[in-house]
T-cell receptor, first 116, second 116 residues
Framework: KAGVTQTPRYLIKTRGQQVTLSCSPI?????VSWYQQTPGQGLQFLFE???????NKGNFPGRFSGRQFSNSRSEMNVSTLELGDSALYLC???????????????FGPGTRLTVL | AQKVTQAQTEISVVEKEDVTLDCVYE???????LFWYKQPPSGELVFLIR??????QNEISGRYSWNFQKSTSSFNFTITASQVVDSAVYFC?????????????FGTGTRLQVTL
């Protein structure tokens, strides 16, 4: 079974630009979560999507947004990029069964974003 | 609010030594899940184990073992007879929101260096 895939793997942007990252979950997984990893702040939860709906959101400004498509693939968008947005963005997918919390999450290789 | 503390920033051992990675957590929820992930240089987070708050049984998987103690809010991870391939950053994480499959709160990670 293929794992979680993320594209692109590397990205260089300049301040003020916007960027879209893509995540394809493991087949059959319907929940997708996004995390930001930086040396200073560590791993931080961005948001979670299930059935095309955002179910949970971390403490990030509105410049960070996401969506999920009917095939469970997800995208996240960062507008008006700042230098501090340089990070490894990780996507994770999991099965989700109604009433069951905290299933195992399987992470993709991440997209390394550099903002100049 | 949840918090995960990994006090050991970096550990260096010689191959075949045993090593224990410490994890202390804080949560007010009575139902929660604890995780360990491994992050090799490639960047992908590799799931190692999940425990729920009602299962304090220690677990052994090959050279890996986990010691969960609710009385001290700790979930420590021991690698027996370490190998060079164990070199990575290890993260302890907590999920404590009922009904959500994600929003993991991560510790800051422990970098393990195993040398010959």
């Amino acid at each position: 079974k293929a794992g979680v895939t993320q594209t692109p793997r590397y990205l260089i942007k300049t301040r003020g630009q916007q960027v879209t990252l893509s995540c394809s979950p493991i087949s059959g997984h319907r929940s997708v979560s996004w995390y930001q990893q930086t040396p200073g702040q560590g791993l931080q939860f961005l948001f979670e999507y299930f059935s095309e709906t955002q179910r949970n959101k971390g403490n990030f400004p509105g410049r960070f947004s996401g969506r999920q498509f009917s095939n469970s693939r997800s995208e996240m968008n960062v507008s008006t990029l700042e230098l501090g947005d340089s990070a490894l963005y990780l996507c994770a997918s999991s099965l989700f069964t109604s009433g069951r919390a905290s299933n195992e999450q399987f992470f993709g290789p991440g997209t390394r974003l550099t903002v100049l | 609010a949840q918090k995960v503390t990994q006090a050991q920033t970096e550990i260096s051992v010689v191959e075949k030594e045993d090593v224990t990675l410490d994890c202390v957590y804080e949560t007010r929820d009575t139902t929660y899940y604890l995780f360990w992930y491994k992050q090799p240089p490639s960047g992908e987070l590799v799931f190692l184990i999940r425990r729920n708050s009602f299962d304090e049984q220690n677990e052994i998987s090959g050279r890996y073992s986990w010691n969960f103690q609710k009385s001290t809010s700790s979930f420590n991870f021991t690698i027996t007879a370490s190998q060079v391939v164990d070199s990575a950053v290890y993260f302890c994480a907590l999920s404590a929101e009922a009904g959500t499959a994600s929003k993991l709160t991560f510790g800051t990670g422990t970098r393990l260096q195993v040398t010959l």
